[in-house]
């Protein structure tokens, strides 16, 4: 087995692992980036073709780095894997492609990292993963037996394989409007989820919605999860709405059951499908902490403000809500990441810090 020692490993090459990597640059310490995939931008190459940014691009940047371009428009998949690459090639780190950590363990002077053929011990550990690998289906009575096509938004890439199709799109988020509008202009689409789609307005008085909330400090407070206790709205200017209207998608309540391939409805009303697409959402990709006191009953990481509070040296960067409502996109990671970093740190002995 190939083993190698880094003072702090980062697992997880994606948009959290960089910004992680470039503030533990910043404090001086050696990082090494293990990640599964065979390049750099993490999850963001396997992302459904069409996607686009819901967020500026001036508030989709890592710390360092200026997004290029029209900092005011709304970048698309492929502009936010160019700059990710970018990134990663301009960080002081150690960043190794195809390697899966499969068990993460403690050991006399701080962690071990395994995978096929790999070992990497590190003083330090902080958990970048993502979740594009853990994606989320709940559970329907009868979906076994259904005879049609089932897939999560993680397998859609574009609309072209589905024309002419019955399609069923569960979700009302941003992703789920996104391709149910796509969608809608080749097939017959409707759309499930336990609660209407919120709609909230891009722009306010001429500035987007982000502006607002970095603007107020909302962005940072961790107020706005108890805003939106219910589901997250879906910002548009007016675009989605209409082209959901022109598709004639339809919303309903999430079904009871699948029954002889139909979709049945709280008021028994049944609906026919060829396709169901769940865009909802995903689960932290951590399999590789299964073993360990990391996570809880639901497999999800015990941590406080993404300092983990069963194994010392441990940390994560990029959980949903870790730290305020943007702690998993662009725009949150890179003052998560340098908390975490800071708090993972050996602070100065004190007669040092009387030094200095």
Known sequence: MDTTTTDTLVIGGGQAGLAAAHHLGRA???????????????????????????SPARF??????????????????????????????????????????????????????????????????????????????????????FGGRVLHVAQYRSPGEFAGARIAIFGAGNSAVQIA???????????????????QRQRILGKDLHWWLVRTGLDRAGVLDSLFPVTTPVLDDGRYRAALRRAAVGWNPMPVRIQDGRLVGVDGRRREA?????????RPSVSFLASTPVLDSTGLPRHR??????MPGLGFVGLEHQRSFASATLRG???????????????PHNDHAAST
């Open 28 to 54: 001086g310490t050696a990082s090494m980036i293990l990640d599964a995939s065979t390049s750099p931008a993490g999850s963001w190459p396997r992302y459904y073709d069409s996607l686009t940014l819901f």
């Open 60 to 145: 989709s940047q890592l710390p360092g780095l200026r997004f290029p371009g029209d900092l005011d428009r709304y970048p698309h998949r492929d502009e936010v894997v160019d700059y990710l690459t970018r990134y990663a090639s301009r960080l002081d780190a150690d960043i190794r492609y195809q390697r899966r950590v499969t068990s993460l363990t403690q050991t006399a002077n701080g962690l071990a990292a395994r995978g096929d053929g790999f070992e990497v011990r590190a003083h330090r550990v902080i958990v970048a993963s993502g979740s594009f690998d853990a994606p989320y289906t709940p559970p329907i009575p009868g979906i076994d037996a």
């Open 181 to 199: 509008a796509e969608l809608g202009t080749v097939a017959r689409v409707n759309m499930y989820s336990r609660h209407p789609i919120r709609w």
């Open 274 to 282: 060829d396709v169901l697409l769940f865009a909802t959402g995903y």
């Open 305 to 310: 403000a993404g300092i983990s509070t069963t």
């Open 333 to 347: 990671v890179g003052r998560d990441a340098q908390a975490v970093v800071s708090r993972l740190m050996p602070r």
